[in-house]
């Protein structure tokens, strides 16, 4: 069987399938890991998928004023958000966790170092930090996400979102003061026996017990 040479427009569809291809190799593992970080497991998946469907019709308007991997997670985060604020939206109890701890955990307690061999220890950590984490407005917790886990530098976050560098900084610092309060409020930390950051949920009835209404003394 003759086949006719491919004109102009075949070949530029074979050479974009091609390249989208080799994006989809090196992306989809980062996307869905920050995906689900952002929305749980379950939803992460379908979200990835909307995702690059819509980087391979995209990718002729990339124009490069940004790094493709910032204008990919330019797509990626706006889907995100978009289905944090839909009404329908509920998050899986899933999450990932074990990798997520450290720069979460260094957020409350100002460390940058942690010891690595503690894995039981840092993922019931990252179970709870993650817990109050989701509790932050989407914008809130959309920057820290993208700054503390993703490791996105502050002017490259402001290129993902859109907004201003000064932005990203007020965000960031929101964030950080939120996730602060939310910890204090819910956790009690402490280092281990191997001097491991650690800590303890504090039971729902005792903030209550400890603070009983005004006028009537502690017991």
């Not at 940058?112 to 179970?127: G, L, N």
Request: hydrophobic share 35%; proline share 4%.
């Amino acid at each position: 069987m003759n086949f006719e040479p491919l004109n102009a427009f075949g070949r530029s569809v074979m050479r974009n399938q091609s390249e989208f291809r080799e994006i989809y190799q090196e992306f989809q593992p980062k996307i869905c890991q920050f995906l689900s970080r952002m929305l749980g497991d379950q939803a992460a998946e379908d979200i990835a998928q909307e995702v690059f469907a819509k980087v391979n019709r995209s990718m002729d308007s990339f124009k490069g004023r940004s790094s493709f991997s910032t204008w990919i997670y330019r797509i990626a985060t706006n889907a995100a958000l978009d289905k944090l604020r839909s009404s329908s939206f509920k998050r899986s109890s899933e999450h990932t966790t074990l990798e997520d701890s450290a720069g979460i955990e260094d957020i409350w307690t100002g460390q940058t170092e942690f010891a690595v061999d503690q894995e039981v220890v840092r993922k019931e950590m990252s179970e709870c930090v993650r817990e109050f984490v989701d509790r932050l407005p989407p914008d809130y917790s959309t920057v820290l996400i993208l700054s503390e886990l993703e490791g996105f530098k502050n002017r490259e976050i402001a290129n993902i979102l859109n907004i201003s560098l000064d932005n990203v900084k007020v965000r960031l610092h929101r964030a950080r003061t939120s996730l602060k309060k939310e910890l204090a409020s819910g956790c009690t930390f402490y280092h281990n026996e191997e001097g491991t950051l650690a800590c303890d949920r504090k039971p729902v009835g005792i903030l209550s017990f400890l603070d009983p209404p005004s006028g009537e003394p502690k017991r």
